[in-house]
């Protein structure tokens, strides 16, 4: 399939000389289209050795260049939204050469990340965040009088998502100078893209008909209702042949739509754009994975692509191991089988369909399926809508996308003990995608709400039973599980209910008892068949199952717990409380993700970089037990030392 793509890095004599973007202004205007060829081929080629973000990144090639060339950067603010889009970006500021290590074990990150580059302004991973940073930073230009320009680049679907729109409507309340840049990649918002609209947008972007609009402005004021007539003229006539209104009611001066490939257009517009005073925004049309056919096709197949690796000949095995399944898959069939037996079932996703395994259900239930694109907080809240109704929902969400409808899952989901089923996707380190989509806090932010309960399946079976069992209770329920594929546990037939807040012990030992949350069972298994530690699994963070918890208080000496989730609030710290609240005086080691961000890299580098693999479990518990063995040295010798002293005074006076 990608037997095109050059596996040997191509020339690029002009990409050569462009290490930054003060190079790339010394260069003429006429050169960069040639510039945007080479760019293009030369991410065609890291993307393909490194894997990465892909067809977004195509499609803004000429408004990357175009930007850099017109703007100041990095003294002026250039502002990227959904992070997918700057590898162009990142080429040419200073980091082609590091291009092939991006998303690698400290390599570059596949997002905008301040701590990298001064380029990058504004840390980015999750979307929709770009208008209300420029905004924060135009703001901050005028308190400290710094003279630069600000600009918001929004697209690839984040213009859905409520937060863009609040900020575009603070920023007409403030009349802060600032362009936002419209990537309109899907055609989402307008397909009038003809030539009279080509026409209209080419005289609104003129100087001459800026000069026009501004002086006629200072005429017309001293003339009684003249202004209300003109501009109301001017808004119909745009109304006609543009998605003008929309943004012009909001108080934006509004340029577009153009084409986002024509690279002397989007110099020339963006330019005289910013001799505007105030709100503006250029509405642009690309193209997703411009410059690669399959990726024009398919965007969303390409969003991003695997390393691509030298074909070698097949090799015949004598037995075909059996093939893991990702845990999106154990949801997607299980959500398919459930929709078949409740007619009442209903699934939601906020622009999450492909990565959560929803494909097959979106095609077979198509009206109870329900992707509300980049609105998390509509997504859950639609969920309660749904629920006071009678109509059961299973919302599948990113934990990490989770964070942004927090007060919507207490306020309106569990305050009023709604019937909403979450399906919590890439919960714990995601790998590649680094600390911007890690799900390291979702047990810690849930277990403190009232009425909800948290499932945490060890294995592709136990997330099956655990997601039939949450679904059957009566109120809001949370399932968690990670990117990716478990430890190839057969799926059983039938699915069983299992009681919640139950566990089960899996292996009776002596002195340490292991409580799993989670899938890193298989690393706290030969952990406690090494050391003879008895281990559980608990499955449910929340309830507890504390039943168990007293059983193994009275035949152990130690408590570790296992989770792959934020130490601070995590399961390990519930199992704590409960501990001190029975007043039952045993120690307990919580294992967990420690007070810190994990960058990208493979996720079992990173378990092992954060301990969380058998032998970095089994150095925490030995160095942990070691402690206690010397402070109960201690102990004794502080105790013995006196009874001594008291023994030779005796011997002495006697």
Same mark, same amino acid.
């Given at each position: 399939?990608?037997?095109h793509?050059?596996?040997?890095?191509?020339?690029?004599?002009?990409?050569?000389?462009v290490?930054?973007?003060?190079?790339?202004?010394?260069?003429?205007?006429?050169?960069l289209?040639?510039?945007?060829q080479?760019?293009?081929?030369?991410?065609?080629?890291?993307?393909?050795?490194?894997?990465?973000?892909?067809?977004?990144g195509?499609?803004?090639?000429?408004?990357?260049i175009?930007?850099?060339?017109?703007?100041?950067?990095?003294?002026?603010?250039?502002?990227?939204?959904?992070?997918?889009?700057?590898?162009?970006?990142?080429?040419?500021?200073?980091?082609?050469?590091?291009m092939?290590?991006?998303?690698?074990?400290?390599?570059?990150?596949?997002?905008?990340?301040?701590?990298?580059?001064?380029?990058?302004?504004?840390?980015?991973?999750?979307?929709?965040?770009?208008?209300?940073?420029a905004?924060?930073m135009?703001?901050?230009?005028?308190?400290?009088?710094?003279?630069?320009?600000?600009?918001?680049?929004?697209?690839?679907?984040?213009?859905?998502?409520?937060?863009?729109f609040?900020?575009?409507?603070?920023?007409?309340?403030?009349?802060?100078?600032?362009?936002?840049?419209?990537?309109?990649?899907?055609?989402?918002?307008?397909?009038?893209?003809?030539?009279?609209?080509?026409? !209209?947008?080419?005289?609104?972007?003129?100087?001459?008909?800026?000069?026009?609009?501004?002086?006629?402005?200072r005429?017309?004021?001293?003339?009684?209702?003249?202004?209300?007539?003109?501009?109301?003229?001017?808004?119909?006539?745009?109304?006609?042949?543009?998605?003008?209104?929309?943004?012009?009611?909001?108080?934006?001066?509004?340029?577009?739509?153009?084409?986002?490939?024509?690279?002397?257009?989007?110099?020339?517009?963006?330019?005289?754009?910013?001799?505007?005073?105030?709100?503006?925004?250029?509405?642009?049309?690309t193209?997703?994975?411009?410059?690669?056919?399959?990726?024009?096709?398919?965007?969303?197949?390409?969003?991003?692509?695997?390393?691509?690796?030298?074909?070698a000949?097949?090799?015949?095995?004598?037995?075909?191991?059996?093939?893991?399944?990702? !845990?999106?898959?154990?949801?997607?069939?299980?959500?398919?089988?459930?929709?078949?037996?409740?007619?009442?079932?209903?699934?939601?996703?906020?622009?999450?369909?492909?990565?959560?395994?929803?494909?097959?259900?979106?095609?077979?239930?198509?009206?109870?399926?329900?992707?509300?694109?980049?609105?998390?907080?509509?997504?859950?809240?639609?969920?309660a809508?749904?629920?006071?109704?009678?109509?059961?929902?299973?919302?599948?969400?990113?934990?990490?996308?989770?964070?942004?409808?927090y007060?919507?899952?207490?306020?309106?989901?569990?305050?009023?003990?709604?019937?909403?089923?979450?399906?919590?996707?890439?919960?714990?380190?995601?790998?590649?995608?680094?600390?911007?989509?890690?799900?390291?806090?979702?047990?810690?932010?849930?277990?403190?709400?009232?009425?909800?309960?948290?499932?945490?399946?060890?294995?592709?079976?136990?997330?099956?039973?655990?997601? !039939?069992?949450?679904?059957?209770?009566?109120?809001?329920?949370?399932?968690?599980?990670?990117?990716?594929t478990?430890?190839?546990?057969?799926?059983?037939?039938?699915?069983?209910?299992?009681?919640?807040?139950?566990?089960?012990?899996?292996?009776?030992?002596?002195?340490?008892?292991?409580?799993?949350?989670?899938?890193?069972?298989?690393?706290?298994?030969?952990?406690?068949?090494?050391?003879?530690?008895?281990?559980?699994?608990?499955?449910?963070?929340?309830?507890?199952?504390?039943?168990?918890?007293?059983?193994?208080?009275?035949?152990?000496?130690?408590?570790?717990?296992?989770?792959?989730?934020?130490?601070?609030?995590?399961?390990?710290?519930?199992?704590?409380?409960?501990?001190?609240?029975?007043?039952?005086?045993?120690?307990?080691?919580?294992?967990?993700l420690?007070?810190?961000?994990?960058?990208h890299?493979?996720?079992?580098?990173?378990?092992?970089?954060?301990?969380?693999?058998?032998?970095?479990?089994?150095?925490?518990?030995?160095?942990?037990?070691?402690?206690?063995?010397?402070q109960?040295?201690?102990?004794?010798?502080?105790?013995?030392?006196?009874?001594?002293?008291?023994r030779?005074l005796?011997?002495?006076?006697?």
């Amino acid at each position: 399939m990608f037997d095109h793509i050059p596996l040997q890095r191509p020339d690029t004599p002009l990409l050569d000389t462009v290490n930054s973007p003060a190079e790339l202004r010394k260069l003429n205007e006429k050169q960069l289209p040639q510039l945007a060829q080479e760019l293009r081929a030369f991410m065609l080629y890291t993307v393909g050795q490194s894997g990465g973000h892909f067809g977004a990144g195509l499609g803004v090639v000429e408004l990357t260049i175009a930007l850099h060339y017109v703007l100041n950067t990095p003294n002026d603010k250039l502002v990227w939204d959904v992070g997918h889009q700057s590898y162009p970006h990142k080429i040419l500021t200073e980091r082609r050469e590091a291009m092939l290590s991006i998303r690698q074990f400290e390599g570059l990150s596949g997002f905008p990340k301040r701590s990298e580059s001064p380029y990058d302004t504004f840390g980015v991973g999750h979307s929709s965040t770009s208008i209300s940073a420029a905004l924060g930073m135009a703001l901050a230009a005028e308190t400290l009088e710094r003279k630069l320009k600000t600009v918001a680049v929004i697209g690839d679907g984040a213009m859905t998502a409520g937060m863009a729109f609040e900020a575009l409507n603070h920023a007409a309340h403030t009349r802060s100078d600032m362009l936002v840049v419209l990537n309109d990649n899907n055609m989402s918002i307008s397909k009038n893209v003809g030539g009279l609209a080509t026409y !209209f947008s080419r005289i609104w972007a003129s100087k001459t008909y800026m000069a026009l609009r501004e002086g006629g402005k200072r005429v017309l004021t001293k003339i009684p209702h003249a202004r209300d007539f003109a501009r109301k003229t001017e808004e119909h006539m745009k109304g006609m042949v543009s998605p003008a209104t929309l943004f012009e009611e909001l108080g934006l001066y509004y340029v577009g739509p153009i084409d986002g490939h024509d690279l002397h257009r989007l110099v020339h517009d963006i330019r005289n754009l910013l001799q505007i005073k105030g709100p503006k925004l250029l509405h642009i049309i690309t193209c997703k994975g411009k410059g690669f056919g399959p990726a024009e096709a398919d965007p969303v197949g390409y969003h991003a692509l695997n390393k691509i690796e030298p074909k070698a000949p097949p090799v015949v095995a004598a037995t075909e191991p059996a093939k893991k399944i990702k !845990f999106q898959q154990v949801f997607g069939d299980w959500l398919c089988d459930a929709a078949e037996q409740d007619p009442n079932l209903v699934a939601i996703t906020p622009a999450m369909c492909e990565g959560s395994g929803m494909v097959e259900f979106a095609k077979r239930f198509p009206n109870r399926f329900h992707d509300v694109a980049i609105a998390e907080q509509h997504a859950v809240t639609l969920a309660a809508g749904l629920a006071c109704d009678g109509v059961k929902s299973v919302v599948a969400i990113y934990s990490t996308f989770l964070q942004r409808a927090y007060d919507q899952v207490i306020h309106d989901t569990a305050l009023q003990n709604l019937d909403v089923t979450f399906a919590i996707d890439r919960a714990g380190l995601v790998g590649e995608d680094g600390p911007t989509h890690a799900g390291s806090f979702d047990i810690s932010f849930m277990r403190c709400v009232p009425n909800m309960i948290i499932a945490t399946p060890s294995d592709e079976n136990e997330c099956r039973q655990l997601l !039939f069992s949450a679904y059957n209770h009566p109120g809001p329920a949370a399932v968690r599980y990670p990117r990716g594929t478990g430890s190839g546990t057969a799926i059983q037939s039938a699915d069983a209910e299992f009681l919640v807040g139950k566990g089960r012990q899996l292996i009776a030992g002596e002195k340490v008892c292991l409580l799993n949350f989670g899938v890193l069972l298989p690393e706290a298994l030969k952990v406690a068949e090494r050391n003879h530690y008895s281990l559980c699994d608990m499955r449910w963070a929340k309830p507890l199952d504390e039943a168990l918890i007293r059983k193994m208080a009275q035949q152990h000496q130690y408590f570790v717990t296992i989770e792959e989730n934020a130490i601070s609030g995590g399961a390990g710290s519930g199992v704590m409380e409960f501990l001190a609240c029975e007043a039952i005086a045993k120690p307990l080691l919580p294992i967990g993700l420690p007070d810190r961000n994990f960058e990208h890299g493979k996720r079992q580098q990173l378990l092992s970089f954060a301990g969380l693999d058998s032998s970095g479990i089994e150095q925490k518990i030995s160095h942990w037990l070691n402690q206690f063995e010397m402070q109960a040295l201690a102990q004794d010798l502080n105790t013995t030392a006196p009874l001594k002293d008291i023994r030779s005074l005796k011997r002495s006076s006697s």
